[in-house]
């Protein structure tokens, strides 16, 4: 039995899932956040959005009726810089009315935007500082997210917190809440079309 390519049919199902696994990530940080685990929070908030991002390329590889091959599945569907910057890319199938551009658009896309400056620098320190102790050197030698002062994660209005859970975990919400509406209309769309042809 082979598992590649997966069969275009099958990715709405995955994108299905991802939408209910994102969904449950944000909720789990908006709890955490909630709880005073802010630090937590925000290393799980970023999980949703990531999660998010898988549903949304899984999206679009069933609109536009292409097979998932086992490249794109390792390079991309389980990449965390591509599922990061997904959204950011794939606004033409959520908010277009044209169709949606092909896989190989969006692979050229997410390439772009993940090679732009410090995007590398910037990925890899908001995992970190979600996560993981980190020697930062001078002065303050090691950073440990057990130990960040408040302002990391909470910043007073109108600026937006530099790390904040609460703004990952709620665009999260947002979207799948879109993706999902987009999901079951190009469904029923599809049904309809079927029935219609009979």
Not at 20 to 37: F, P, Q, V
Not at 80 to 97: P, Q
Not at 146 to 174: I, K
Request: aromatic residues 10%.
């Amino acid at each position: 039995m082979t598992i590649f390519p997966i069969p275009w049919e099958e990715a709405l199902q995955g994108c299905r899932l991802s939408i209910e696994n994102a969904e449950r990530l944000a909720e789990d940080a908006l709890l955490l956040n909630h709880s005073g685990r802010t630090q937590s929070a925000y290393a799980v908030s970023l999980d949703a959005w990531e999660e998010l991002g898988k549903a949304i390329i899984l999206y679009r590889y069933y609109t536009t009726k292409e097979s998932i091959s086992s490249i794109d599945w390792f390079d991309i569907l389980r990449d965390h810089k591509h599922k990061r910057v997904a959204w950011v890319n794939s606004t033409d199938i959520l908010y277009g009315s044209r169709p949606p551009n092909s896989v190989a658009a969006l692979k050229t896309d997410l390439e772009k935007s993940i090679t732009e400056d410090n995007f590398q620098k910037w990925l890899t320190l908001e995992r970190d500082v979600g996560a993981y102790v980190d020697w930062v050197g001078g002065k303050d030698g090691w950073r440990s997210l057990c130990h960040l002062q408040e302002p990391w994660f909470n910043s007073p209005p109108p600026m937006p917190p530099v790390f904040d859970a609460m703004y990952w975990a709620s665009n999260t919400r947002l979207i799948c809440h879109q993706l999902r509406d987009k999901v079951r209309d190009g469904v029923e769309t599809t049904q309809q079309r079927l029935a219609d042809s009979r």
